[in-house]
Every structure is written in C-alpha cells, then in structure tokens.
C-alpha cells in the first residue's frame, strides 16, 4: 500500500514553472513557493486570507535603491501587498508571517510573470483544526473536475493545483465481465481519490450490479464509495463507464492514499447480498 509523500504534495501544489498569469496556491508552511514577479510591465499582486502580520527579505525594499532587487507595496495591516522586481536577474526568498506561521515565497524576476497570486487556506477543516465531513455537492465538483481533466490541463492547469494523477494500466477479473482502471486522481485537500473505471460485458446477457457498493481495497483495508455515478447495468457484450470515489479512512481520519497503488475495484452484483469477493488481480 502506498501514500501519498509531502514532496508529492507539494509538486502538485506547484504545478508548472509558470501555470497562468492569474493563480491560487493552497498555503501550505512546509511548501517554498516558487512565485515569478513581474519585471518589465506590471507588478505581481499577492493576497492572503486576511491581515498579513509581517514581511521579511533580504533585497527587498519600499524604495528603489541600489542594493534592491525588488520594489514591494504594503500598507501593515493590509491583507495584501505588490511588488515588481528591479533587475532581470533579481532573487530573493520573500518571508510572510500569516495566522501565527511563517510562509516562504521564492521570488524571481521573470518575463512570464504571476501578476496575481491568491493564497487561500483548507476550507475543509473546523474551528477546532479538525477536518469537517465533505458534503456531497464538493464531491460532485470534484468528479465533475476529474471528467475534465484533460481540458483542465491544457488550458487552465492552475485548476489542478493540489491535484496528483496516475494511470495504473490495472485490470481486475470477476465472473463474466472485467473492470478496467483507467485514471485515478488524488485531491489532496478533500483526501478524495477519483476513479474512471470501464466494465467490460464479455457475455450475451446484461449483468446488473450495485454502484452504491462500488469499493477498492488495498491489502486487507476496504473503502467504500463516498459518491458513485455508475448506470448499474453492463448490456451484453458491451463496454460501459463508470466513476466513484472514496474519501477518508471510514473512521472520520484521512486516507493519505498515493493514486499509484495495486487497487482491487470491489463490484457486487444486484441481488447478491454478500460483498464481492476479491477479482483476480493483473
């Protein structure tokens, strides 16, 4: 069984060298942010959640002068601040002190800047630091976001921040039909994986099962469903889609499960009123 690795975390928090010139990073005060700063045209803008509690750097300054490599706007008490950088090849690593920790910015003076920046917090957890229970309508948004991963991608990947994909090639044999695993995804954030899943009818009747049973297991570990959109029915001889996901550990904890793993897809056929046996594995 594998889980999910903080350098894992942090890559997909990242993303790409330059994602978009509009971003949101989730704050993270294990994770240096590599931020590109306008130099040429424009400044870069940087927002946190609420008031900045202080700013500290070493080529830094709120005026231009000649040991500077970065000129910065910022009022205390703002929750925000801007800044340009003054030379091309201006470095320097920017220190945010927000809701009592420190975050790190990497700063670097860039032709293909972020000119916004948003810094946002884990919606999902309480008062108390703990984690609230997921509703069911961030679940939909999350497998409507996995569907259209592609397009997500190719022309807004700043959407995919915290988001790590793998295609495990896996495919698991029962009775009669075959379920192929086509994609997983791992939202970090939700501690919600993602599966696209292809059931294959290899017989001449239909086969019905249950998609409010649809689990993975992994070694002697089971996690059910925490939301599924599957028909229920493989047609003779057909090849029909399905996608679930499972959140947490069924113990009110976090999974932390890696997408790259030896899953077994779980399927109950309608009527039985056991669970499924484990497939054959390849």
Do not use: C
């Not at 069984?1 to 971003?23: C, E, F, H, Q, R």
């Not at 939202?187 to 249950?210: G, H, M, S």
């Not at 570990?221 to 003779?236: C, E, F, K, N």
Request: glycine letters at 6%; hydrophobic letters at 40%; zero cysteines.
């Amino acid at each position: 069984m594998k889980y999910v690795t903080s350098l894992a975390i942090s890559m997909a928090i990242l993303g790409s060298a330059y994602a978009g010139p509009i971003t949101q990073k989730l704050l993270d005060e294990f994770v240096i942010y590599d931020i590109p700063v306008a130099s040429k045209t424009g400044t870069t803008t940087i927002m946190f959640p609420s008031e900045i509690s202080g700013l500290f750097a070493k080529s830094i300054a709120a005026q231009e002068q000649e040991n500077a490599g970065f000129l910065i706007s910022f009022t205390p008490g703002n929750f925000y601040f801007t800044i340009r950088a003054l030379k091309k090849d201006a470095e320097d690593h920017l220190t945010v002190i927000f809701n009592r920790k420190a975050y790190v910015l990497h700063l670097t003076a860039s032709e293909k800047p972020f000119y916004n920046v948003t810094f946002y917090q884990d919606e999902r957890k309480g008062k108390d630091g703990n984690r609230m229970a997921i509703v069911p309508e961030r679940l939909l948004s999350l497998m409507d976001k996995a569907k259209a991963y592609p397009l997500f991608a190719q022309n807004h990947p700043d959407a995919l921040a915290g988001v790590l994909h793998a295609v495990p090639g896996i495919t698991n044999y029962y009775d009669g039909f075959q379920v192929r695993i086509r994609d997983v995804w791992r939202f970090e954030q939700d501690d919600t994986l993602i599966f696209r899943l292809e059931l294959e009818n290899t017989t001449d009747r239909a086969i019905y099962y249950k998609p409010q049973d649809l689990a993975v297991r992994l070694d002697e570990r089971i996690y059910t469903q925490s939301l599924a959109d599957a028909s229920g029915v493989m047609p003779p001889k057909s090849v029909t889609p399905a996608f679930f996901a499972i959140t947490g550990n069924g113990q009110g904890g976090r999974n932390n499960l890696d997408p790259v793993n030896k899953w077994n897809v779980l399927v109950v056929r309608a009527g039985s009123e056991t669970a499924a046996l484990t497939p054959n594995f390849k």
